[in-house]
């Protein structure tokens, strides 16, 4: 089992940018698609973004496209989300997560194809 361990969240007015950070034990990383979702108080936790463990392919949700990045490290073992033009709705609980299979060429957004998550870390948007 891999533990992933998210850091970077904080309290940033409208506008601003924060930048997650996730990193993971164990020598697979790579080998792995890796994905962020949120959730924000009473509601499903939601897909955010994916990235392929090869880097080379990204996936958005649309509310965030254009504002957020999502990008990885593989020598550090290591995932980002750099997110820009903050809003208030983008406050939520941040979670990193691993894909269930390794080298899978396709990245997914539904969190059940997803097996290993971080505790969170509370991104807050004030306006």
């Known amino acids: 089992q891999v533990q992933l361990v998210e850091s970077g969240g904080g309290l940033v007015q409208a506008g601003g940018s924060l930048r997650l950070s996730c990193a993971a034990s164990?020598?697979?990383?790579?080998?792995?698609?890796m994905g962020w979702f949120r959730q924000a108080p009473g509601k499903e936790r939601q897909f955010v973004a994916a990235i392929k463990w090869s880097g080379d392919r990204t996936y958005y949700t649309d509310s965030v496209k254009g504002r957020f990045t999502i990008s990885r490290d593989n020598a550090k073992n290591t995932v980002y989300l750099q997110m820009n033009s903050l809003k208030p709705d983008d406050t939520a609980v941040y979670y990193c997560a691993k894909d269930r299979g390794p080298l899978r060429a396709n990245v997914v957004a539904v969190p059940y194809e997803y097996n290993d998550w971080g505790q969170g870390t509370q991104v807050t948007v004030s306006s």
């Open positions: 164990g020598r697979t990383f790579s080998s792995y698609n």
